[in-house]
């Protein structure tokens, strides 16, 4: 009877040494006590899915599936990284995603080429409040797509009060914004 109950206290003691803290006989055990999988724990983590669309000088560009509340710099490290070419400064590595949208990474020779585009537009600064589509596609990163968007914002808000209200359109978030904001002004 001793050598069976030493036995016994032999073996358990050798089962909670070979679990990790937080697990029983292989078993996950959560702070309530019950039991969950592996799928469970992310779904709690990670309400829903987004869908976005990474272009231009990154390894593997394409559509890619992440969570709500994830940031640019995991895109970034599912697109496969940046390539040598990329103008890494000109994107906000911390900005949330949102569904659906589209972000483009510039080589910094498009950057640079986009930056000289911007300033002989024109001989001063781009309005935000009364520019044109074209007008506003000649900034930094404002394509035809969010110069619409800056055209409707306009028609359906009212003039921006601050250039850093442009950051109300969607796609338009510190990223873009840390590109333009040299060659916005509102009057």
Do not use: W
């Amino acid at each position: 009877m001793k050598k069976i109950l030493i036995t016994a206290v032999v073996f358990a003691a050798a089962l909670m040494v070979s679990c990790t803290p937080g697990e029983r006989g292989g078993v996950i055990i959560s702070d309530d006590g019950g039991n969950f999988g592996e799928d469970e724990t992310q779904d709690a983590a990670h309400s829903s899915e987004i869908v976005v669309y990474v272009t231009g000088a990154v390894v593997s560009p394409g559509v890619y599936t992440l969570y709500e509340g994830d940031r640019i710099y995991q895109l970034i490290d599912m697109a496969g990284g940046f390539r040598d070419d990329a103008a890494q400064g000109a994107v906000n590595l911390a900005e949330v995603l949102s569904d659906g949208q589209q972000i483009n990474i510039c080589t910094a020779e498009e950057y640079e080429s986009e930056k000289e585009a911007a300033k002989e537009a024109g001989s001063g600064l781009v309005n935000i409040n009364t520019a044109t589509k074209e007008e506003l596609m000649t900034l930094p990163g404002i394509g035809e797509a969010k110069a619409d968007l800056i055209i409707s914002y306009r028609n359906t808000q009212g003039s921006f009060k601050n250039a850093e209200d442009i950051k109300n359109i969607s796609g338009i978030k510190d990223g873009v914004y840390s590109r333009i904001k040299d060659y916005i002004c509102i009057e």
